[in-house]
Nanobody
Framework: QVQLVESGGGLVQPGGSLRLSCAAS????????MGWYRQAPGKQRELVAQ???????NAAESVKGRFTISRDNAKNTVYLQMNSLKPEDTAVYYC????????WGQGTQVTVSS
């Protein structure tokens, strides 16, 4: 059974930092491209950042220079380091695994507010 479990969300003040984690099980993690997506209330889910199985990364323009995606294949985990957070970063953040199939996590809430 495939599971993607996100953690690390919460409430943070503007300018603060959070690190999200997504722990995968039931897949050969190193084969999968991994991504972080987010969905704010009333908006469509959007790509935040992604990392290939070989470690190449890309990020949405809105988060470039602030967010960093990384992976640890030994721990079957992908991370999203989020710095200089803004209120508009408030959303549910989802982890996605893509190879021969696509899997999603259940999401973790990030709220940026003073």
């Amino acid at each position: 059974q495939v599971q993607l479990v996100e953690s690390g969300g919460g409430l943070v003040q503007p300018g603060g930092s959070l690190r999200l984690s997504c722990a995968a099980s039931g897949i050969i993690f190193s084969d999968y491209a991994m991504g972080w997506y987010r969905q704010a209330p009333g908006k469509q889910r959007e790509l935040v950042a992604q990392i290939t199985s070989r470690g190449s990364t890309n990020a949405a323009e809105s988060v470039k220079g602030r967010f960093t995606i990384s992976r640890d294949n030994a721990k079957n985990t992908v991370y999203l380091q989020m710095n200089s957070l803004k209120p508009e970063d408030t959303a549910v953040y989802y982890c996605k695994a893509r190879y021969n199939y696509v899997y999603w996590g259940q999401g973790t809430q990030v709220t940026v507010s003073s």
